[in-house]
Nanobody, 122 residues
Framework: VQLQASGGGLVQAGGSLRLSCAAS????????VGWFRQAAGKEREFVGG????????YYADSVKGRFTISRDNAKNTVYLQMTNLKPEDTAVYYC????????????????WGQGTQVTVSS
């Protein structure tokens, strides 16, 4: 499986961006696709995820109400819609996939995209 994250950029505080994570090599069925981010000098942190088969989504508290994850079955793509962006959202964003039956720790994610930079200016 290869994951390709895209859509990052520079945006002002309060603005929006939509990131995409496209998969090739296999479908996401029976997988959970997660979004992570890593700010400079900090550890990678979980942002949110979606169960591909069921469509359930879940989010870190820091982004609840501002970020939305969705999927497009036909395009084998997961999206991260980010609204009301804040400077503290600045980070490299990664998408990753893990088998649905795993516990959800970061080590369970088998496949990772290359990351896309999101910079939010104040």
């Amino acid at each position: 499986v290869q994951l390709q994250a895209s859509g990052g950029g520079l945006v002002q505080a309060g603005g929006s961006l939509r990131l995409s994570c496209a998969a090739s090599g296999r479908t996401f069925s029976m997988y959970v696709v997660g979004w992570f981010r890593q700010a400079a000098g900090k550890e990678r942190e979980f942002v949110g995820g979606i169960s591909w088969s069921v469509g359930n989504t879940y989010y870190a508290d820091s982004v609840k109400g501002r970020f939305t994850i969705s999927r497009d079955n036909a395009k084998n793509t997961v999206y991260l819609q980010m609204t009301n962006l804040k400077p503290e959202d600045t980070a490299v964003y990664y998408c990753a996939a893990r088998p649905s039956l795993t516990s959800g720790t970061i080590s369970d994610y088998r496949y990772w995209g290359q990351g896309t930079q999101v910079t939010v200016s104040s």
